[in-house]
């Protein structure tokens, strides 16, 4: 199946610093990929949609100035966190959509990000 | 809006049990439904799903009937074993124009215990 990877799967960073956390599909391109955000004992928060060639969407309440979403390749976007705060800190999953259009997503493996 | 609610754990279980964890949807016309599962530092794996109404999604054991008249998809295993310890996820996927939009549930924690 469909396969995708994400990179870092754990980043620690100071505060104040910027994380890149990537994305890849690698057996299939993903015009939309898109990023989510977990809590402790929470569920998935959807957080922005990427797509390839333009600009981001992103949920109510998530900042986009934060959030930078780049997807300049059909096999690749980038979230980066800038500034980041200690509340920063979190399990960010990407995934992609089924290419044969079953609705179903791939999740990449997540990357945990922690701020000091 | 679209919601899923999925029975709150934390779930413990003795190796061999029979496992139940409840799932209802609302959403409006006919989403396909999913369970995920999380093994622990892991991202998200799908476990089965069914796309129709009676479908029942199958796979390591696991089962899920798509129950339109209760608007039910609700996970069901005969003999937990201690490598089933994770979080499962219940989700639709419904298409929304020329998108498909994935809502989960919060997620259930099942523990096995030896």
């Known amino acids: 199946g469909a396969v995708v990877s994400q990179h870092p799967s754990r980043v620690i960073c100071k505060s104040g610093t910027s994380v890149k956390i990537e994305c890849r599909s690698l057996d299939f391109q993903a015009t939309t990929m898109f990023w989510y955000r977990q809590f402790p004992k929470q569920s998935l928060m959807l957080m922005a949609t990427s797509n390839e060639g333009s600009k981001a969407t992103y949920e109510q309440g998530v900042e986009k100035d934060k959030f930078l979403i780049n997807h300049a390749s059909l096999t690749l976007s980038t979230l980066t966190v800038t500034s ?30 922690t701020v000091l | 809006g679209d919601s899923v609610t999925q029975m709150e754990g934390p779930v413990t279980l003795s190796e061999e049990a029979f496992l139940t964890i409840n799932c209802t949807y609302t959403a ?7 369970w995920y599962v999380q093994y622990p530092g892991e991202g998200l794996q799908l476990l089965l799903k ?29 003999s937990v074993q201690v490598s089933d310890s994770a979080v499962y996820f219940c989700a639709l996927s419904r298409r929304g124009g020329s998108n498909y939009k994935l809502t989960f549930g919060k997620g259930t924690l099942l523990t096995v215990n030896p």
Do not use: M, Q
């Open chain 1, 84 to 113: 980041a705060h200690p509340e920063d800190s979190s399990f960010y999953i990407c995934s992609a959509r089924d290419p044969r259009g079953t609705g179903e997503l791939f999740f990449g493996e997540g990357s945990r990000l």
């Open chain 2, 50 to 78: 069914a796309t129709k109404a009676d479908d029942k999604g199958s796979n390591k054991g696991f089962e899920a009937t798509y129950r339109k008249e209760t608007t039910s998809f609700h996970l069901e295993k005969g």
């Open chain 2, 28 to 34: 409006t016309g006919y989403p396909s439904l999913f």
